[in-house]
């Protein structure tokens, strides 16, 4: 910006004042980024009470810091807490201990360094007259616009203000399965194999489908022909029942450390697998929630206080059997806490839905297999497959508005029915 060496004091102090201009709107185009950009190593709940309050320069540290984890555990001699004394941010052993303990990263283990995202001057103390901090008017305008939106705008702004006001919660889903809305033929002389168009199918059309099946179940060797094992985890699927093996489009696999089924249902709900310790918490949460205490109080009897140390664990490496995850027990809090329908295949075949909650027709349905009587996987099933009984606790304990469910899902339990006599 200097151009030359010859220029007078005039051009000096533009050419720096220029300059100094320019590192200012720099910086505060990367505090706006802070507030509204989220990368995609901090999307987990582990993150939630920092994202849009904290640098993503301390973020990106943090994140690097969390790797030695594994190896450091809750360990300080091991972890030396150099980032800790070095620049005021969480180190590997802290992390370890909000890991351990399913909590999100406090926003006061930051130093106040990383979170000023202003290039504001701090009022001196005597100076501030409130109007700084005042949301008072704000709060209104904002409860104004809120009442003159159409449904459909009262929905988005609601979702953008529980943002802001619950920040560990994460509006991350399974991505939905990609729907086949046309029935043409792409290939000449190829024909659709069961429907012309993508649909569920009604409960005639099971009957006849089962039917054709014991039709062909006389000829052994054209039927293990149409039934394709998963390219990736063939190992598993043969383990699960026979008649289910054909709506198995995948397995995938995770560590098996004694976490791997909280693993499952936290890469099937978005954390990632890594964000076990999340559901180990949220689901003691679950277990303790006021509004649902004389419901397990019901449920589990004599065995909550077992129930509620099974999710508690001490420190990080392979957990001992009491501490896996079981069934049915932590299926009903799964299935409660997420408001999902939690399908297992295993021995036996359950599904659990949530017990005081009516029938939703988008509901995520979370499936997963038992296998090697000691592992947890994930399976990705295909659209519409048939689902297993419920237990005979969720029956008698569930609310009476939760017979919707039954009622929603009628035609895949009636199949999986069929299914079962005619292919044992």
């Known amino acids: ?22 590192q200012l709107g720099n910086i505060r185009a990367s505090f706006q980024k802070s507030f509204y950009e989220v990368e995609n190593a ?10 849009g309050s904290v640098s993503r320069a301390a973020l990106r540290r943090i994140a690097e810091e969390l790797l030695r984890v594994d190896y450091v555990g809750t360990n300080r001699q091991i972890c030396g807490c150099t980032l800790r ?23 006061d283990a930051v130093h106040v360094h990383w979170r000023k995202l202003t290039m504001e001057v701090e009022l001196e103390i005597g100076e501030d007259d409130g109007s700084e901090v005042d949301m008072t008017a704000a709060m209104d305008e904002l409860w104004r616009r809120f009442r003159s939106l159409d449904v459909v705008g009262k929905r988005a702004l609601r979702s953008r203000v529980c943002e802001l006001a619950y920040p560990t919660m994460t509006t991350l889903c399974p991505p939905p399965e990609k729907i086949k809305t046309k029935g043409g033929v792409k290939k000449k002389g190829k024909k659709p194999a069961d429907y012309d168009v993508y649909r569920d199918p009604s409960y005639h059309e099971y009957v006849d489908k089962a039917s054709q099946s014991s039709q062909r179940q006389s000829q052994p060797s054209q039927t293990s022909k149409k039934i394709k094992l998963s390219k990736k985890q063939p190992q598993f699927i043969v383990q699960f029942p026979n008649h289910i093996r054909s709506y198995i489009e995948d397995v995938v ?15 099937l709900h978005g954390y990632g697998e890594d964000g076990w310790s999340m559901v180990r918490r949220e689901l003691g949460l679950e277990l303790i929630d006021k509004d649902m205490s004389t419901l397990y109080d019901k449920l589990f009897s004599n065995r909550l206080s077992a129930v509620r140390e099974s999710l508690m664990i001490e420190s990080f490496g392979s957990q001992p059997p009491e501490k896996w995850m079981s069934l049915p027990d932590m299926g009903y809090l799964i299935a409660n806490r997420y408001n999902v329908v939690l399908v297992c295949l295993g021995n036996p075949c359950i599904t659990f839905f949530p ?25 990705n099933m295909k659209e519409g497959f048939p689902l297993p009984p419920v237990t005979l606790d969720w029956k008698k304990f569930r609310s009476h508005i939760t017979t919707t469910w039954m009622l929603g899902f009628a035609g895949r339990m009636q199949h999986w029915q069929l299914l079962t006599p005619v292919l044992a």
């Open 355 to 379: 017990m005081t909650s009516s029938h939703s027709p988008n509901v995520s349905i979370y499936c997963i297999g038992f296998v090697n009587q000691n592992h947890w996987v994930q399976v």
């Open 253 to 267: 696999n995770v560590e098996s450390d004694g976490n791997c089924g909280f693993r499952v249902i936290a890469a």
């Open 42 to 51: 901090h999307v987990s709940p582990f993150y939630g009470y920092l994202r």
């Open 85 to 107: 004394t070095s620049y005021g941010l969480p180190c590997a052993c802290e992390l370890g201990r909000y890991r351990v303990g399913g909590i999100p990263i406090p926003i």
């Open 1 to 22: 910006m200097l151009g030359n060496s010859i220029g007078d004091m005039v051009k000096c102090w533009e050419a720096m004042n220029n300059n100094l201009r320019l």
